[in-house]
């Protein structure tokens, strides 16, 4: 089925472009981010009701407690939230990133809510699995494939490498930018998806609120299409082009290089008045390619994607973090977690998504 000619523009740019090489941070790695006297640090202590976690002879289980070994008892963990800015009910939305970003999207909808990365558009895209949303499609799950995503669709310079769409068989092929949550498709149909992911992608210059999740920090390059990629490449093609891709553990600065990349096409081409909230997905690692223990692995990537997101909010005023990671893994393990103890279940999902709500719409 083919697309409507407003996506020929985007598909028009599909050719091969070089390896994006990200923004660095303009300050230091080793200068501490926040430094203050001891009057304004002794001002915070007194200012914040959530800064201890424990004293003696207080009930464990009081239900009203207010220290962090008492509010842990508690099914659902609720963080105190204190955010820069408020969003506004008329503002428009865009979720960029995993799993928490299609929550986001349909509790936005919900409320009635403009969503600009919910694109009617993309219900003609039917999942190969029907008890999964045909919208897990545009999942971001590194900061290379965010950058790229926006870089493709805002920068009039960045064109999409072509060369990375590989074919599989005969009649399909694959685009490793998205996700395999479609079944594959012929050439015409591949290209036609990712010229519409690049016009709805685009939308995200007409939005105040971003929310941008990030997933993981172990990242594939495509050697031949010198670009990094959004996921592990289909398993026939590690065996039938083994130096194609190289396998990356990417780091603090690099990924952080890349959120300020982020910032700066937002800022140059998004909203004039454009706020960025950042979140981390809590969903662990299914593999990890290194050779680490999966548990260790999965730790070492979500401490540091989250060291990055309060970095990068730290640095901006438009830019804040929002603590879903934190709300899943500091919840009742027995009501998060389904029984692979990877997903988690609605109801914690939905608990993180109304604070959200709660504490940033007016």
């Excluded at 464990?60 to 407690?65: E, F, I, T, V």
């Excluded at 930018?177 to 990712?194: G, I, M, N, S, V």
């Excluded at 992911?197 to 390059?221: D, Y």
């Excluded at 996921?231 to 026939?236: A, D, G, V, Y």
């Amino acid at each position: 089925m083919a697309l409507k000619s407003s996506y020929a523009m985007a598909e028009a740019r599909i050719s091969k472009m070089p390896l994006s090489t990200p923004q660095r941070p303009s300050r230091p790695l080793t200068e501490s981010r926040y430094v203050t006297t001891t009057p304004e640090a002794l001002r915070n202590y007194q200012a914040n009701e959530a800064r201890t976690w424990y004293k003696d002879s207080v009930d464990a289980n009081d239900p009203a407690g207010k220290y962090a070994f008492q509010r842990l008892r508690k099914t659902w963990f609720t963080p105190e939230i204190s955010p820069k800015f408020e969003l506004r009910r008329d503002d428009k939305f865009y979720a960029i990133g995993s799993c928490f970003a299609r929550g986001l999207e349909n509790a936005l909808a919900q409320h009635q809510m403009t969503v600009e990365s919910a694109a009617p558009e993309f219900a003609r895209l039917q999942a190969a699995n029907k008890e999964v949303s045909g919208l897990g499609f545009t999942n971001k799950y590194n900061t290379y494939s965010i950058l790229n995503e926006l870089r493709w669709a805002l920068d009039p310079d960045a064109e999409f490498p072509r060369e990375s769409i590989v074919q599989l068989t005969e009649t399909t092929w694959d685009d490793p930018h998205t996700t395999p949550t479609l079944e594959f498709a012929d050439l015409q149909e591949t290209l036609e998806r990712r010229a519409l992911m690049q016009a709805v992608t685009k939308r995200i210059e007409n939005c105040r609120a971003v929310i941008l999740t990030l997933g993981l920090a172990e990242v594939w390059r495509d050697v031949k299409a010198d670009v990094f990629i959004n996921r592990t490449p289909i398993p026939s093609l590690l065996k039938t082009e083994p130096h194609r891709y190289e396998f990356h553990l990417t780091g603090f600065a690099e990924n952080l290089a890349n959120l300020e990349a982020i910032h700066a096409l937002l800022t140059q081409y998004g909203h004039r008045d454009v706020h960025i909230v950042v979140t981390v997905s809590p969903v662990p690692l299914m593999n990890t390619f290194s050779s680490m223990d999966i548990v260790v692995a999965n730790t070492w990537a979500k401490s540091l994607l989250r060291a990055v997101a309060q970095e990068w909010a730290t640095a901006h005023s438009n830019v804040d973090y929002f603590p879903s990671y934190e709300i899943v893994q500091n919840s009742d393990r027995a009501e998060v977690w389904e029984t692979d103890l990877r997903h988690v279940k609605g109801a914690v999902a939905l608990h993180a998504i109304e604070l959200f709500l709660r504490n940033y719409l007016e």
